[in-house]
């Protein structure tokens, strides 16, 4: 009993060695343990196949009992009982088997789709690294919303594009890790079973920050993020308009600011607290020097943008939110604060219908208001 890996107590008088001190669990399967010389250890599956040659598997240190390693063992064992291969097979892996199944199977527009998808989002990216046998629903679940950060939408519309293009991909890619389980590639589907579609693709989105929210992110950004953000909140215009403006879009002397977006060129009049703001940003620019500047005192890009605001999101500890909730917040403050659903579609520039369908939570007083009007 001196070399018994089964208790805390002994595994701490073992000797640290290069071999594992094993245990076996049934004929040809046995459970190790590899002291190391810090103390601590991993644990190790050994498996003789039917040949007569033995094969391991390293199941680290994340396992903290005998008993656990035992189950991980055994469920190992038993995959490759029924014939999962012991190779380690990757998500790339299963995906180019999907796609040359969807060629043989389907035809070549669907093998040529499912392709197009992989190559953009699995193919060289670090998820199609990871191994199929340890994959885990948070990572095929950042896999999914890591998307809606890279497509960075700009306004309701596309938002909801990006969560159904989000999907379908989401859909192609347990088709193929569900192929790769029925070619035993694997033994479990445990990884992405669980991991859903958005839903509610369409519906309006929640979008409102609170007042506690919003000044969490803000707090979190650095100075040149933060300054793109309160943009956002005083206007409520869409990142990229705001990005994209130049120091001779705001008129300093009648404080007005002239944005170009996807309804054209419109003049958005600022309130006092926006027109000191802008006055501080435009401060010695002049001509086409962007009105708002990144780190590196140049336009902001989405992907930059995007990057700084995940960072100050998760901070804040704000997982659902993203830089389009400033527009949403503005657009929702406004209405509830009085400002007719017509006014705010002109200076957001969007239309009327977008604002009902999305913020129409927020419009419910609109008809008693309207009662309020004598017109005869």
Known sequence: MADSIKTKTSRAKLTARREPYFEAIRKGVFVGFRKLESGAGTWIGRYRLADGKQTFKSFGDDLAEFDDARKAVEKWAEALDGGVQNKSTTVSDACEAYVKKLLVDNSPASSKDADYRFKRLVYGHRFGTLDLSKLRAFEVEGWRNGQLDADD????????????????????????????????????????????????????????????????????????????????????????????????????????????????????????????????????????????????????????????????????????????????????EAIAQGIDVFTVAKLTGTSVAIIQSNYGALTDNIVERLDRVAVM
């Open 153 to 332: 939408p700009d306004d309701e519309e596309s938002y909801n594009r990006a969560k159904d293009s989000a999907n379908r991909n989401l859909a192609s890619l347990k088709a193929a890790l569900n192929y790769a389980l029925k070619c035993q590639l694997t033994a479990t589907d445990t990884g992405w079973k669980g991991v859903n579609k958005f839903p509610k693709v369409g519906a309006r989105r929640e979008g409102l920050l609170t007042v506690t929210q919003r000044r969490a992110l803000l707090e979190a950004m650095p100075i040149e993020m933060r300054a793109l953000s309160t943009a956002l909140l005083m206007t409520g215009a869409r990142p990229g308009e705001v990005a994209n403006a130049n120091a001779s879009d705001y008129d300093r002397n009648t404080g007005r600011l002239w944005l170009d977006g996807k309804t054209g060129r419109r003049e958005v009049p600022l309130s006092t607290a926006a027109r000191g703001f802008f006055d501080e940003q435009s401060k010695d620019k002049i001509g086409n020097a962007p009105l708002l500047t990144n780190a590196f005192a140049s336009r902001w890009t989405a992907a930059q943008w995007g990057k700084a605001f995940r960072e100050a999101r998760d901070a804040a500890s704000l997982p659902d939110a993203v830089l389009y909730c400033m527009r949403h917040t503005y657009i929702s």
